[in-house]
């Protein structure tokens, strides 16, 4: 049950070093900064035990393909068939996924349906689709650029353009469609993969997902970069997918504690629409950062609205989705310079934002956050409170660590009288809220 896991996204070739190959310029910025740093799969299998001790039991990893030159990221699809040499072979990714699930550790493969890697109008080395009829057309429908405008919010131009020149893929071609659905098909069951992460889904009609959906077997959760509720809510489902990322709140997490531009009030109208549009809001995919968006602390150093932010994405409802290298408090701003080596790091578990993560991580899951009713308890411009069943208080502010003192009296709630409520940031301090009302001052 994929609802009771947190997650940890890596991009493969910026997470480990093969076991044994000390790191030198070339494997760091700006030497591999567009393009491939060696990270690898045996490197991620040798450092399980780091994702472990951080408290995650499931890891997103980076699309496994060949990809066209400079693809560290795994976007750029050169050959669906094989496995891409920079980071491994094919048993090196099988014993990971075995190293991972002997330590009850699942994994989600990224996959992409929509487009190969940039080679303009020359698909020969595209395999298997090395056909101009494997691919829509750049005709009327399209700007004179081929690409994607999407200020003009013109579906059928999402669905038929191409996203930033990569070539797209046209699944209305019966064997174009055939094929895509057999290769996730088998790429599932050779690696024994337990979900999947669908990049670029609204670039594809949604009948298309619901085959897939079909095929699969297994939890599938599809990027839907979009801040609508209404228009991400739509891709989620019987006609379409298992889950989305959940954008829209992603949006309004760093819109009130990054930039502080609002308050609790926008947190509690996204989930009201949230309750009203999705179909699982449990099953989406909760985050506060990725591979396309610049770190957190590259907008602002203050550890004290991250730490808010952490803790909504572990205790608030949905799927944590957690970007590799927070936990060291990296600070890579915009795409690519967000994608850095972790081995920088020296995989430190000493670090505040690992110990952070371990506390709020581990909590969940001893507490069954993920099963637990979520209640609203209290919303300001300044403050938002809610509990997950009856034992768990959620309280958050976006004042920052210069702000002042908060303190409010929460009269909407479920503790029984005499329940015991212990800090978990505060060195286990605990109290009991009067009977009525529940005094909540954050420091």
């Known amino acids: 049950e994929w609802r009771s896991r947190t997650i940890y996204q890596l991009v493969t070739d910026r997470f480990a070093l093969p076991p044994g190959t000390q790191p030198g310029p070339q494997h760091d910025f700006p030497h591999c900064l567009h393009t491939y740093c060696g990270g690898s799969f045996t490197g991620v299998t040798a450092q399980l035990d780091y994702i472990s001790a951080l408290g995650f039991d499931a890891i997103w990893i980076s699309p496994v393909v060949t990809n066209t030159p400079d693809g560290f990221h795994g976007y750029w699809t050169q050959n669906f068939n094989t496995i891409e040499s920079h980071l491994g072979t094919a048993q090196e990714l099988q014993a990971l996924v075995q190293a991972c699930h002997k330590r009850d550790i699942w994994v989600m493969v990224d996959v992409v349906f929509n487009h190969v890697g940039p080679v303009g109008g020359n698909y020969s080395t595209i395999v298997p689709f090395n056909e101009t009829t494997d691919y829509h057309r750049c005709d009327y429908t399209c700007p004179s650029t081929c690409n994607i405008n999407f200020d003009n919010g013109n579906q059928t131009q999402v669905e038929l353009c191409r996203l930033s020149g990569l070539p797209d893929l046209d699944q209305s071609n019966p064997s174009v469609r055939q094929f895509l659905k057999q290769w996730v098909r088998e790429l599932l069951a050779m690696y024994d993969f337990d979900g999947l992460r669908i990049d670029t889904v609204p670039e594809i009609a949604k009948p298309f997902w619901k085959e897939i959906q079909a095929e699969v077997g297994v ?124 081995w920088r790091s020296k995989y430190s578990t000493t670090s505040p934002y690992f110990r952070l993560t371990q506390l709020l991580a581990t909590t969940r899951k001893k507490h069954a956050i993920a099963t637990l009713p979520m209640l609203q308890n209290y919303a300001d411009d300044q403050f938002y409170a809610f509990s997950r069943g009856n034992a768990t208080f959620i309280a958050l502010t976006n004042v920052g660590s210069e702000g002042p003192d908060v303190t409010r009296d929460i009269d909407y709630h479920e503790f029984a009288d005499g329940t015991k409520l212990c800090n978990l940031f505060g060195g286990h301090l605990c109290g009991q809220p009067r009977p009525g009302a529940l005094a909540q001052r954050i420091e």
């Open 219 to 342: 939890f599938s959760i599809g990027e839907v970069y979009n801040g609508g509720v209404d228009y991400v809510a739509g891709y989620q489902g019987p006609n379409a997918l298992d889950s989305v990322l959940s954008y829209p709140l992603f949006f309004t997490l760093r819109d009130i504690f990054l930039y502080r531009h609002s308050g609790g009030y926008a947190l509690q109208d996204v989930l009201q629409q949230y309750s009203t549009h999705f179909r699982a809001p449990s099953l989406l995919g909760t985050f506060v950062g990725n591979h396309d968006q610049a770190r957190w602390l590259s907008v602002s150093s203050d550890s004290q609205l991250l730490q808010n932010a952490l803790t909504y994405l572990f205790f608030g409802e949905g799927i944590p989705i957690y970007y590799y290298g927070t936990e060291q408090g990296f600070d890579g701003g915009n795409d690519p310079y967000n994608r850095e080596p972790l």
